[in-house]
């Protein structure tokens, strides 16, 4: 079993940044891709950006490319998210999610573990 933890949300003014973490732990291995996927009132969970274990794939959807970096931590099992510019439309609950796995992939249903969640909120 792993639990994930996420932290750094909040509410934010446009334009504005915001930092959001997520700590791995529990029962976990080494080579695990983790991702971060978010999900807005009425809209399905969508993929935001996802990392492998060495750093060296990283994917990042189209919405948020140029403006959101994901970083990781391996000694602190531990994923970041590093928000830029944000907008009204970046508004979602943000969840960190593992993939037991040395693939990357972008697709929530692929992804092993999830966090609860954090509320991300961009005001205009």
């Known amino acids: 079993q792993v639990q994930l933890v996420e932290s750094g949300g909040g509410l934010v003014q446009a334009g504005g940044s915001l930092r959001l973490s997520c700590a791995a732990s529990g029962h976990t291995f080494s080579s695990y891709a983790m991702g971060w996927f978010r999900q807005a009132p009425g809209k399905e969970r969508e993929f935001v950006a996802a990392?492998?274990?060495?750093?060296?794939?990283?994917y990042y959807a189209d919405s948020v490319k140029g403006r959101f970096t994901i970083s990781r931590d391996n000694p602190k099992n531990t994923v970041s998210l590093q928000m830029n510019s944000l907008k009204p439309e970046d508004t979602a609950v943000y969840y960190c999610a593992v993939r037991m796995s040395v693939v990357v992939t972008t697709t929530p249903s692929q992804y092993d573990y999830w966090g609860q969640g954090t509320q991300v909120t961009v005001s205009s």
């Open positions: 990392i492998s274990w060495s750093g060296g794939t990283i």
